[in-house]
């Protein structure tokens, strides 16, 4: 590894204790419509509070609306009823979260980072107009059969809309052998006909056509939409997962993205969002090893929907310290130590050029000095510090990948609310 990039760090990065330095990340944002910031952990308590830090930056200083992160619609929908204040008596916030985000892993979103950022949300928002509060969603599709529940709910409670009700009894009737268990419907998907598939496209057409049927007061109209695309999308995600990864992760990273434009719409042509997710599905996909498995993602769709110019992208990375994770899927959580990054590596590197938080700016007249190929970690829910450098760092570019990127040297986990 070539000592060049090293020195390219030091003379580009600033400081992150510097107050410039998120105005000239916020510089950088200028008038994009489309702020991505990731993070390289489900479980890393400064990317959480730095995320969130620099959100309400773009909140108040750039006129963000809304804010899409990595979690499931009916869960976050939660939320963005008690940050907008719809719902009348509402419940302790903690209690909220928890309740909410009670599926494993129930730390990404149940945690005192969130827990922080919710309540500041509230009362920003309590000084709002009802056309002007921000909005909070999920746009994950994990929630087949609580969307499933969602729309039925919603449709059952008026008689005007039978048409839609008689779609959705008979679409949703494909799922109901499964005792509520998406695994054992991707194991029998395979013996579906193709009308039965269809049946859920054609209702959230039915849905899309008659929008004007349906009431706007508290979002109602947009969380019938978004159930509906979740139980779609949803139903094609679980039918793929055990036939082909790329296929499944494809249409998750679709899903997201189709997502993230409905809310867009919802809102207006000249909303303002942006998105929390993982450095894996903010990132761009082509300035990584991601694009020889023919993966896409959502920084990759992004960009070129609404072009480079309206998007921003922030990447997140550490050098070492603590994580909360699974050792194995559903899994209770641990704290897990995050052993150093190794030389070679792009957290290696950063630690190498200096043992202290940084922001790097990527720009036309820096990014090829930050464009070479090199391994850049990334951990999930599930995690194995022991045999992280078999399958833990993503060959990417990360001036590619990234339009930014904040790194922490030293960090820590994030705190959960159900200890």
């Not at 580009?12 to 330095?21: E, V």
């Not at 730390?107 to 309540?119: G, L």
Request: aromatic share 12%.
């Amino acid at each position: 590894m070539s000592r060049k990039l090293v020195t390219a760090i030091r003379e580009q990065s600033i400081p992150l204790k510097d107050p410039i330095a998120f105005d000239q990340l916020l510089q950088k944002a200028g008038d994009a419509q489309v702020v991505l910031i990731g993070e390289a952990s489900h479980g890393t308590s400064e990317f959480y509070q730095l995320r969130a830090e620099f959100s309400k930056r773009l909140i108040q200083e750039k006129g963000f609306s809304a804010i899409a992160i990595e979690g499931d619609w009916p869960s976050v929908q939660a939320v963005n009823n008690y940050v907008k204040g719809y719902e009348s008596a509402q419940e302790n916030l903690r209690d909220l979260l928890i309740r909410s985000f009670s599926r494993w892993p129930s730390w990404m979103w149940a945690n005192t980072e969130i827990e922080s950022f919710a309540r500041w949300l509230q009362e920003v928002n309590q000084l709002r107009a009802p056309q002007q509060k921000v909005g909070f969603y999920g746009i994950d599709l994990y929630s087949l059969y609580e969307s499933i529940d969602e729309v039925l709910g919603f449709l059952e409670s008026n008689d005007s809309y039978g048409v839609d009700l008689e779609l959705a009894k008979k679409a949703f009737s494909c799922f109901e052998p499964y005792n509520r268990m998406p695994e054992h419907y991707a194991l029998s998907s395979a013996h579906f006909t193709d009308e039965c598939i269809g049946e859920v496209t054609n209702l959230l057409q039915s849905i899309r056509s008659n929008e004007e049927r349906y009431p706007h007061a508290h979002e109602q109209d947009l969380n019938l939409e978004m159930n509906a695309l979740v139980a779609k999308n949803a139903e094609a995600y679980y039918r793929a997962m055990l036939q082909d990864d790329a296929l499944s992760w494809n249409i998750r990273d679709t899903h997201m993205t189709e997502a993230i434009k409905e809310i867009h719409n919802y809102y207006g042509k000249d909303t303002k969002l942006i998105v929390w997710e993982h450095n894996t599905h903010i990132g761009d996909a082509t300035a990584t090893s991601m694009a020889d498995q023919q993966l896409i993602n959502v920084g990759q769709l992004i960009r070129e929907q609404y072009g480079k110019e309206n998007t921003l992208a922030i990447g997140f990375g550490t050098y070492e310290g603590t994580v909360i994770a699974g050792s194995s899927w559903g899994e209770s959580y641990e704290r897990m130590t995050v052993p150093p990054a190794k030389f070679n590596t792009w957290e290696g590197q950063l630690h190498a050029a200096g043992a202290e938080d940084k922001l790097l700016i990527f720009n036309d007249q820096n990014r090829q000095q930050f464009d070479e190929w090199i391994g850049h970690r990334a951990i999930g829910v599930v995690y194995n510090p022991e045999f992280e450098a078999y399958g833990n760092f993503v060959p990417s570019r990360i001036s590619q990948r990234y339009d930014a990127f904040i790194y922490i040297d030293q960090s820590s986990a994030l705190a959960p609310l159900s200890e």
